[in-house]
């Protein structure tokens, strides 16, 4: 079965995908953390590498994964994402840290 | 009629600066890739639309732009820059042995003629070279596996690929530099390396004269004798007559032989410029006073320029990336500071005006010459 999920991201990260919104990415069931960012990186290329690494899929230090108020940002790859981000109730935040002057 | 592109990769976008070859009136473009760093931009001398830029951030990590019409439209490219096997460790400041970590593009060098060859200097030192205009990156490992890679130490500002010269009359031959490793060449186009450091002494070292561990900030050679390279190191300013294999110091009557970039006139293989700094504890201009250095004697002998740059007050810094020269009929001399001002000379360094002056930092400065 397909979701459509929507993402959050960043804006340098909405710029270079060229959104400028939420994005709304069909992901297949299960529903993971993994799968739901794989299924952003097929749809936008530019974006490998700028959310995890390319082979280990290590989160850059400075962002963070939140959904439905959980924070996911240590959560296992497979973690199943909250059924309200499965049916697109909730965006899956991807955020970054805050840089002040 | 002639005009020249001037690329300028900032803290905070790249911006395009162009002119015609009476380099008077100048259109900015920019900024492309608003709120990232741009370390450097370069475009092939094979094809002069084809333009490639590193583009970075310490949120998202690496990117590398293709422009194919001269910089007016780009293509993210490919950017996984991946060590060749175990990456194995290097020495860190307190002199263990850290990890080889990939943390961004600081050089990318175009080939002199394939416009989808192009060659990456990174951070932690390594080359890498794509065949396919960017979209894949591999890296040339016999240089980060050299024997005494694991005495390769970081500057302040990171382990880093800075340099890369690649020798317009042998092929094979690449020149490359490392802070704070030093000179590294190549006769096999890449497969295996020397270190190119007699004659460099650092006070800093415990071995002042070792093989390695240099802080060379900058080389520069001038494509109708690259047997000849000049050298800004940390301290000193350096030459070699033999392609590294032996230097000699030219620093001279220079106010301070402590700076960052160096470069060599078009058509004049023995007139150089330096911008001399106080020190490395200060990072801006003796006496507040900027001042670019010719030496029209391959070193030695130099003379200050100043006529149009500021001469009181100015306490800004000038990058290893952030000087050019175009190859005009009369040489232009182009520079960029970390205040945002872009300078341009139209008459080989006697007269400079600001083309932009307030740009975020700026971090390099590359010329395009067109016909």
Redesign the interface.
Known sequence: MIHPIRIAL?A??R??AGVEAEVTIDVASPVTLHRALEALETRF??L????RD??SHRR?P??RYFACARDLSLAAPETPLPEAIVRGEEPFLVI??IAGG | MSGVRVLVGTRKGAFVLTADGNRADWKVEGPHF???ELYHLKGSPADPNRLYAAQS???????IQRSDDGGRSWE?VG??F?YEGLPGTHQWYDGTQHPWEFKRVWHLEPSLTDPDTVYAGVEDAALFRSTDGGRTWQELSGLRSHESGAAWQPGAGGMGLHTILLDPRMPGRIHVAISAAGVFRSDDAGVSWRPMNRGLRSEFMPNPEAEVGHCVHRIALHPARPDVLFMQKHWDVMRSDDAGESWSEVSGNLPSDFGFPIDVHAHEPETIYVVPIQSDSLHYPPEGKLRVYRSRTGGNEWEPLTEGLPQRDCYVNVLREAMAVDALEECGIYFGTTGGQVYASSDSGDHWMPIVRDLPPVLSVEVQTLD
């Open positions: 960043p340098h990260l710029t270079l290329p530019m490998r590498g700028t959310i390319h082979g850059r400075f962002l970054g840290a | 608003a709120g990232w951030s310490g949120w998202f990590g690496q990117l993210t950017n996984e991946a």
